[in-house]
């Protein structure tokens, strides 16, 4: 089945504790891309890669590193979480062109105490 | 720079009733245009797209039309169920960059 699969679906974790939210997709997208979910503000983009080894910020690329070194995998880390981070996470994926299609992960909900 | 605005929710609409979520997007360039849907508790599918100008995406009774004359690509359906609570996101795309509207929230009762 074609997929996105992001890993934890559920964090709790505390200020400064670095952390890594995973991203795989099994679809040979060129095209990955991470989006933090907040109320009132929607879907804002935090990095995206548009393949092995570019990556480029997004809108709200603060507090955030991400890699790209094989095609399928795609992981946002925080290196020093604060409150702030405290979001519902997306990750997706698709092939090139901008006409195409975002597939979504199913979430990961983080909580920084 | 690039944005799409759409209408503010939450929505509430009796079962049967018909559904117009305006959105609106800045005409840079020629972007492709989409409706994502996210049900409760999952992440967002698609729901319908356009890629280029007089396009109607249409799917599951959903319609939206590309209107490259007022920068518009509202989301309307005839006759909406109860199975449409969702909230629906307008988006443009291009090639580097998806950016969202800010959602609405629709919830249909019975």
């Known amino acids: 089945e074609a997929q996105v699969t992001q890993n934890p679906r559920y964090l709790i974790t505390v200020t400064g504790k670095k952390l890594t939210v995973t991203c795989s997709q099994n679809?040979?997208?060129?095209?990955m891309s991470w989006y933090r979910q907040d109320p009132g503000l929607g879907l804002r983009q935090i990095y995206y890669s548009m393949n092995v080894e570019v990556t480029d910020k997004g809108d709200v690329p603060e507090g955030y590193k991400v890699s790209r070194k094989e095609k399928r995998n795609f992981p946002l880390i925080l290196e020093s979480p604060s409150p702030n981070q405290t979001s519902l996470y997306f990750c997706?994926?698709?092939?090139?062109?901008?006409?195409?299609?975002?597939?979504f992960g199913a979430g990961s909900r983080l909580t920084v105490l | 720079g690039n944005s799409v605005t759409q209408m503010e929710g939450p929505v509430t609409l009796s079962e049967e009733a018909f559904l117009t979520i305006n959105c609106t997007y800045t005409?840079?360039?020629?972007?492709?245009l989409f409706w994502y849907v996210q049900y409760p508790g999952e992440g967002l599918q698609l729901l319908l797209k356009a890629t280029k100008a007089d396009d109607k995406g249409s799917n599951k009774g959903f319609e939206a039309t590309y209107r490259k004359e007022t920068t518009s690509f509202h989301l309307e359906k005839g006759s909406v169920q109860v199975s449409d609570s969702a909230v629906y996101f307008c988006?443009?795309?291009?090639?580097?960059?998806?950016?969202f509207g800010p959602g609405t929230s629709l919830s249909v009762i019975p």
């Open positions: 679809m040979n997208h060129e095209y």
């Open positions: 988006a443009r795309g291009s090639y580097d960059k998806v950016i």
């Open positions: 997706a994926s698709r092939e090139g062109a901008g006409a195409n299609v975002l597939t």
């Open positions: 005409a840079t360039g020629y972007p492709s």
